[in-house]
Structure formats: C-alpha cells, structure tokens
C-alpha cells in the first residue's frame, strides 16, 4: 500500500459490537467514560476503540504492509454467529457455534492496542533484566526497544501465529451467556475480554492463563448480553457442592424427623431456616447449571453485574462505553483504584 493512500481509523474492537451499545442509532454515538481524563463524553464510533493505520506498518519510506483485510475477514468469519446468537437470545452448544465463538474470543484479545502494549513492554522488561544482571553494553544493544512500526509488525505478526492455537483452548471451555437486569447494561472496554480466576495461585506462577483451571473470560456482546467463557471444573465443582448439600439436607432432616427427642420451638424455627437457606442455594446452583447446560440466558443480579462491570474497568486500556451513560460505578473505580491502563501483562523474570 502507497504511503500516499489516505489513511483510516481501524477498529481494535469492531463496529459491529459497538453498533451492539449505540445511545443514538440515526448519528452512531456511543457514551464513553475515559479513564485517564475520567469524563464521559458521546462520540460517533469511528472515533473511538481505533487509531490510524492500527493494521499497518511501514516496510519504507514510500509504502506500508496491511493486515486490515486480512482483519475484516477474521470479522466476516465470526460475524453470522455473532449476530445469530444475539438474535436467538440463546447458545446452540452446536460444535459449530463453539468454534465460531471461540475464534471471536480469540480474535478480539489478540488485536487490541492493550495487548500490543503488553508485547512493547516485554523489550523494557528484557533490557532491564539484563541490566541487573551486568550484561556488556554492546550485548545490550540487541535488546533496544523497536520503534513504533516495529511493534506493529510483531504485534500483527503474534496474532497471526497464535491465533489458532488460542482459539483451540478456548474451545475446550463452557460458553454461557448472561443477561443484564432490565435496569442496567453492560459495559464495553477497550480491551474487552476480561479474565478471573477464583483459584489460588502459589505466589510463583500467575493463575491467569487460558489452560489453566478455574480461567474465567468475560466478554460483553451488546448492552444486555455478555459471553462468559469458563473451565469445565467450574460447572462441575458446583454440580458437585450442589448434590453435597443436597444430601446433606436430607440426612439432617432424616435425623430431626426420626430423633425420639422433639426439637424445641425456638431449636427447631432456627432449624427450618437453615434448611430454607440451604434450599435457597441449591436451586440457585441448579437453575444456573441448568441454564448453562440449555443455552438459555443467566440473569445477573445486581451483585453479578457490579462485578462484571468492574472487571471491564479493570482491563480497559482507558476507554468504556455504557449504553445508558450509567458511570457512577466508573467513576467510583477510578476514584478507588487509580486510571491505570488495565488487561494482561506479560512478564519476564
């Protein structure tokens, strides 16, 4: 591509998801809260989520490399799951489904400026670390940070060769989709698949990695539904504490009916509520399970959508759009935890 050709925004988080949280649909504006400036402010979505030339790298001085149509087509690929799935308001669990969705996944954490950060702070990280350890200067010198073209280049090329292999491990996992309450809506980050990990790690190795067990990925399809992706063991730990408490409430109830000694009325009322709140539990394991298993969406409680809210604060780089300009919560996050740039960082020890 001549260097003279105009250049364009090109999206990191596509158009087609961002059309998904529009607060005006005839002029294509979303709300945006911006962590490092923290206001909120409307824009039209080809401001936003993209920079110039984002797929491009200069090979010379009179002409770039693009990777945008080989990007579109990764787009047009996932697209008809995407918008099916919104539409039917339900997972499938068809095969084909999971690979369409796990590629989208895949695709949408490699390609965003957050993540190209993380591979230009991997240099830093190098030089520095053989700087504490008396490297000769000139040695040092293969180790100076590439400019910005050159991290454009191994940033493109890092998706191009780890896509596949992302897209396989996501594939392996439970897909969910969860449902907003009527009275609030999802956000959208600038680096939108957002992880957790309820396990432990062991103060050495992180537990933030895509095989490992327990991974949890958050990634939001329009203002109502969001995509979780999550390790089998998860599902099945509460198949398993489910049916646990399940017997456990019938043998303690066995043993109260059976007791040749009545219970007291004040024993036996704190009894009964226990019983309730444990029944309480197990149907709300059940009706998740059982949703997860049919595809149907899961609605999030109030709690629920705090927490996935905050985990978009979280990874976002800076940017986060809200359909209903709802950024009390933004702001709090802001306010309590600092505007540093969020999502994955690589590490080098």
């Not at 809210?309 to 919560?329: P, S």
Request: proline fraction near 4%.
């Amino acid at each position: 591509m001549s260097i003279k050709q105009a250049a364009q925004n090109q999206h990191y988080v596509p158009k087609f998801i961002l059309r998904k949280f529009l607060a005006n649909l005839g002029r294509e504006q979303v709300n945006v809260f911006q962590k490092s400036t923290r206001r909120s402010f409307s824009t039209n979505i080809s401001n936003v989520m993209a920079e110039r030339r984002f797929n491009e790298f200069r090979i010379d001085s009179s002409f770039y490399a693009s990777f945008e149509e080989s990007v579109c087509k990764v787009e047009d690929i996932v697209l008809p799951a995407y918008e099916a799935l919104i539409d039917r308001r339900r997972l499938t669990g068809t095969p084909e489904e999971n690979a369409m969705l796990a590629m989208f996944v895949a695709f949408q954490m490699l390609r965003t400026r957050s993540y190209r950060d993380s591979i230009a702070g991997l240099f830093d990280q190098f030089r520095e670390h053989f700087e504490r350890h008396d490297l000769p200067i000139g040695a040092l010198e293969e180790f100076a940070k590439p400019d910005n073209e050159q991290i454009k280049q191994f940033h493109l090329e890092s998706m191009a060769e780890s896509f596949e292999e992302f897209s396989h491990i996501i594939g392996t996992k439970n897909f969910l989709l969860l449902q907003a309450p009527p009275s609030r809506s999802f956000y959208l980050a600038d680096n939108p698949v957002a992880w957790h990990n309820d396990e432990p790690d062991n103060g050495i190795f992180s537990n933030m990695g895509l095989a490992l067990k327990g991974i949890q990925l958050y990634v939001p399809l329009s203002s109502e539904f969001m995509l979780a992706v999550w390790c089998p063991s998860i599902l099945d730990k509460f198949r398993t504490q489910a049916s646990e408490k399940r017997a456990f409430a019938r043998r303690s109830r066995s043993a109260v009916t059976l007791s040749p000694n009545s219970l007291p009325r004040s024993k036996k009322i704190a009894f009964d509520g226990e019983m309730e709140k444990l029944d309480n539990t197990i149907e709300r394991v059940d009706k998740l399970t059982k949703a997860a298993d049919a595809g149907r969406p899961i609605q999030a409680t109030t709690e629920n959508m705090d927490f996935y809210n905050v985990k978009q604060m979280q990874f976002a780089r800076d940017f986060v759009i809200c359909q209903r300009a709802d950024f009390k919560l933004a702001k709090e996050f802001v306010k309590r935890q600092g505007n540093k740039q969020g999502g994955m960082k690589f590490s080098f020890g």
